[in-house]
């Protein structure tokens, strides 16, 4: 199974999560965010929403074990920990911090992190 226990499938996800990490941190962190087309109002809640998911999940698989309620809740607040950091220096970019931006990131990494947790049930 390809999400099963094993070295290179820890490192996998080890590698998946910091480069999504660099990922997240970069593009918020740019002046000027491209543009997207077909954009509608919230749009950037939703993409806020999944790459906080995203790397919820991917932490959560990363760590190769049977997880339990509190390392979700450890991963959600360390990943909305590192949003509010970057809404917070986004002022040195020209951009504006966002309180719902920082809500969006703290659901997603919860929903990912407890995703992970599902998904450890359901392997081990």
Do not use: C
């Amino acid at each position: 199974m390809f999400l099963s226990e094993g070295r290179w499938n820890r490192v996998f996800f080890e590698v998946l999560f910091w480069t999504a990490l660099a990922s997240v941190a970069l593009l918020s962190l740019i002046p000027s965010p491209p543009p997207v087309p077909l954009s509608f109002n919230g749009l950037d809640k939703l993409q806020h929403l999944g790459a906080y998911g995203f790397l919820g999940f991917f932490r959560g698989i990363s760590l190769q074990r049977r997880l339990r309620g509190r390392d979700v809740l450890i991963i959600a607040v360390i990943l909305t920990v590192f949003g509010g950091v970057l809404e917070l220096l986004q002022a040195f970019t020209g951009r504006t911090a966002e309180f719902w931006d920082l809500m969006a990131d703290g659901l997603g990494a919860l929903m990912g992190g407890t995703l992970s947790l599902l998904w450890s049930r359901r392997a081990g």
